[in-house]
């Protein structure tokens, strides 16, 4: 871990450098080598600012506060940026369990993507594109979620209150169609 202490209209002393150091101890723990830490502090009038850059092997995390005891800044800044690596790390952890567990039973939904011309023409549908989607089981609200974060026009999930397979999917008009199957 590397920290560089920057002070403008402010004299950095050994009290501040150590409680500095100190608190920034909390966010190391939840960020991974190479560490490269950035603290600035600075004076204007009466209001003291503390600015903080935190970079690692997986992003930057930054973080400013403004008090009146520059110490009271420090923390505040180091809070924040616990935070955000806390939060950094708890999405990366749930990241690989997302990706290393598999469909219920081991389901998938094969997606076949078909060839426009080979319709119509008296020939079987010739496949242009196949994906094998995993089912996972989630409400209607993080299914939502998962399509506005993902790049995919649809998703298909297990109702966790109903346990039936449905799709989602976005409409032209920018609201959201739910396919559900009714037994």
Do not use: C
């Not at 011309?117 to 998962?146: C, D, F, N, Q, Y």
């Not at 026009?153 to 396919?179: A, C, M, P, Q, W």
């Amino acid at each position: 871990m590397n920290i560089e202490f920057v002070g403008r209209n402010f004299e950095i002393d050994d009290r501040v450098r150590a409680y500095a150091e100190g608190k920034l101890g909390k966010v190391t723990k939840f960020v991974q080598e190479p560490v490269e830490i950035r603290v600035t502090l600075e004076n204007e009038k009466h209001r003291n600012i503390a600015d903080l850059h935190v970079s690692h092997r997986h992003g930057v995390l930054k973080a400013t506060e403004e008090t009146a005891d520059i110490y009271e800044a420090i923390n505040q800044a180091v809070d924040k940026v616990e935070k955000q690596a806390r939060r950094s790390k708890n999405r990366a952890i749930d990241r690989r369990r997302r990706a290393g567990r598999a469909a219920p039973n081991g389901q998938r939904w094969p997606l076949e993507v078909l060839d426009r011309e080979s319709l119509g023409s008296g020939a079987p549908p010739r496949i242009v594109k196949s994906t094998h989607l995993p089912i996972k089981p989630m409400t209607i609200e993080e299914a939502a979620l998962w399509l506005e974060s993902g790049k995919n026009e649809f998703v298909v999930f297990r109702d966790s209150t109903s346990d039936r397979v449905s799709v989602l999917y976005k409409r032209k008009d920018d609201n959201y169609g739910l396919i559900a199957p009714q037994f």
